[in-house]
């Protein structure tokens, strides 16, 4: 018998429950894009006077509200006489698992902590109406997986190889099997990788192994697209005995998890194998879909990382890790603002000038902007110029912000790669949090264009080139950009470009903190499904690098001629790639092929990754610059 699911697709009622208003309507802009009809309230009174007036089928919610809990409200869903079981997932405070695994325990389906990642609430909502349509919810047993400990060991795991392994342990250990494989797709050979199964290695040494990705079980279950419960793989004509024959392990029941990013496309499957401890039940089924989208996060982000054993991210054209390349919200509607911050709130930057910063005395002020300052100061401590970037008043006492501020700081000071500005130190300064890097003294390539105008083409390739190169850098470790522009580009005294700001002011998680309309990110420079509130991943980055690359060779941006907003959006989004040899006529025919890939509308017609634009920027350059 082969059991087989269908995947859901239809609209799905649920209530937001939490006294954050941010959060809320962070979690409704998702949900409702999920195509889901969305309640929210900010107490469990309110949330109980909801859930007895209508229907629900999941409810998500706050471990703590100002007149209860989120227990009070799991409990109330439990004694509903709904017809359905009223699924329901637990947000609580990293710091905070003793109130996640209580709720698990006591019937919660799934948990998301804060800082919410709103990729991440797509994939666990629609894990767990997945497993409420299938009517699996209600055959768990006494067994209740520890959620937060796999997520802490997944997230924690480094190396490529070592992801992998991580994945395949969690797989065996929370599904008591006896082995399990994880495969990762290539579309472009139509081939299933793996470096763990069985512990083979292929016949030139490699870790890496590949196999046909229409052959054997976990074929199978790519064709098909849900998972897969088979009792005796020996009696399946598409069990593959190949693995079997090498190791000496007799393959009897079979689990397949096909493995989803966020637009819903398989990127992988997992296998759950067992002999001796019999078939998967249903309490399987149910454990092997909450593993699921923490799997596929998982080996996403194992193609991006660096690995001593094997370069993976070398080895497939792969979509980034979902929670690491966290989306760009964008709510559409009129009264747009590019700001972070009430305008109310605004200072005066030359009223630091003479003050100090921690222990930086401001000299000058290099820049202003919707986000915040940036300030010529002198480090005394160490005798040297830095340049600090100052966010807004209280910004430092807007926690989500402040924590993944901190965390990107953390990632980029990591990052050390010489196209990338070098963080030194980061801080709060009565009460707006402020990022010290270093002081590059050739300015902005926007500050170039402004003083020259339209740069020459080879200093333009050759900044835009610099600046690739450390984007190739954050991709390969799991970092998205979200905000490239020729102001974030910056050339140091040698004349070598780096790339600054690494999402660290455009939190994803930040969008309400000033009220609803804030667009995140720079319009003119902006992918299209960036200009749409959709879901983002490394390629957005790399439109935005065309973009960038033809304000500087034609001293405009693309679709520059309105000054509307919202004009700008609907071009990024519907309006043919502009050809810079309408501004530049005697550009190379190859720079407008350049822009076009880069700028494609979708992301699978642009370059995969930095280093096809690399590649075709240098190729230029040996061509109009031999010497380079």
Known sequence: MVRTMLLVGEQRSILIVDPNAAIRRMLEVHLVGMGHSVATCRSASEAIELLNAGEFHLVVTESETPDGSGFDILRATQQHPSNHHIATIIISDRNHPERIMKALERGADDYLTKPISPAIVVARVAAVLDLQSRGLLDSRGPDVLDLPKLDRTLRETTGGTGKLNAICDALRDGLHAERASVYRYDASSNELLTVVAHGLTSEDGSPLIRMPADEGLAGACMRLGHIINIPDAQEDSRFNPRFDEQTGFRTRSVLCIPLRDDHNDIIGVAQ?????????????????????????????????????????????????????????????????????????????????????????????????????????????????????????????????????????ARTMAKLGHPNTVAIHDVGDHDGALYLVMEHCTGGTSFTLIKATGPLELTLATRILRDACKGLNAAHQRGMIHRDIKPDNILIDESGMAKLSDFGLVLAPNTTDIAGTNHIIGTPHYMSPEQCSGGLVDHRSDLYAMGATWFHLITGQPPYHGSSDVREVLRHHRESPVPDPRGVIPDLPEDVASIISTAMAKKPSDRYQNASELLRDLDALLTSISPAT
Not at 274 to 296: I, W, Y
Not at 326 to 352: C, H, N, Q, Y
């Open 272 to 408: 759950i194998l067992n002999h001796h401890n019999g078939t998967f039940a249903a309490d399987s089924e149910v454990k092997a879909m909450q593993l699921a989208p923490r799997c596929a996060l998982t080996l996403a982000e194992a193609f991006f990382e660096v690995d001593r054993e094997l370069n993976l991210a070398a080895t497939i054209i792969a979509q980034p890790g979902t929670a690491t390349f966290l989306p760009t919200m964008l709510p559409s509607s009129v009264g747009m603002s590019t700001g972070i911050l009430p305008k109310d709130r605004s200072v005066r930057a030359e009223s630091f000038i003479g003050t100090e910063i921690g222990r930086y005395r401001v000299i000058d002020v290099l820049g202003t902007g919707s986000q915040g300052l940036v300030l010529n100061g002198l480090d005394e401590l160490l005798d040297r110029s830095v340049a600090i970037k100052l966010l807004g008043p209280d910004s430092a006492r807007i926690p989500m912000l402040r924590r993944q501020f901190m965390q990107e």
